[in-house]
């Protein structure tokens, strides 16, 4: 009997569902999911309670609805044998704090010529990492670092062999990205010489 009405106290009134408090920068979470506080319960033989779907015990996983990405390159146009540095930018365009996976191995990025896909960040992909953090409502994040594409065409047949460069002369690429499964809204569009 103690342990029914500790459930119901607890999901009257679950001490966890406080405000979100403003931070300065996102804290990465230890797991690759996201992890909210439990609250904690005297020691019985029953599990410790959790909270029910209509009640979340703290910020949901960020979905399409909520984030807004884009493709940034570093500049419209490119001189000969200068690469192209590329990043991803997102946006928690909703009102609620949302926790999203903002890795190498949530990411991915695309270079295409006209239909012709020239290359993707994960064709040679080496050690991808997971890193979850939290976004609050409003809150804008980018590459810490950018990503490099040395010009060539990319295959998974292909990493360890030479690869052909793109031709340059004034042709147009555009990279496309996406995150978490959720694609940027346009592409960054620049000129290779």
């Known amino acids: 009997m103690l342990v029914i009405g500790l459930v119901v106290w607890l999901v009257a009134a679950p001490p966890w569902r406080s405000a979100p408090t403003a931070q ?5 979470v230890a797991s690759a999911s996201p992890v909210a506080p439990a609250p904690t319960s005297p020691a ?12 979340p015990a703290g910020p949901v996983e960020c979905g ?11 500049k419209a ?25 903002v890795g190498t191995s949530a990411q991915s990025f695309t270079v ?7 290359w993707r960040s994960t064709d040679c992909q080496t050690e991808p990492s997971d890193l979850e953090v939290t976004l609050e409502p409003g809150q804008t994040v980018s590459s810490s670092a950018p990503l490099t594409w040395d010009r060539t065409r990319s295959s998974v047949g292909s990493c360890g062999s030479e690869r052909p ?25 620049f000129v290779l010489r």
């Open 24 to 28: 300065e920068t996102p804290a990465p």
């Open 112 to 118: 295409t010529s006209g239909s012709d896909v020239w």
């Open 165 to 189: 460069y793109a031709p340059g002369g004034g042709a147009t690429y555009h990279l496309s990205v996406s995150i978490g499964g959720i694609p940027s809204a346009g592409t960054a569009s």
């Open 77 to 101: 146009e490119y001189a000969q044998g200068e690469n192209p540095q590329l990043s991803i930018r997102l946006t928690n365009s909703s009102a609620t704090a949302c926790t999203m996976n």
């Open 64 to 74: 399409p609805s909520e984030i807004t990405v884009d493709a940034l390159s570093d």
């Open 44 to 55: 019985s033989s029953s599990p410790s309670p959790t909270a029910s779907p209509s009640t």
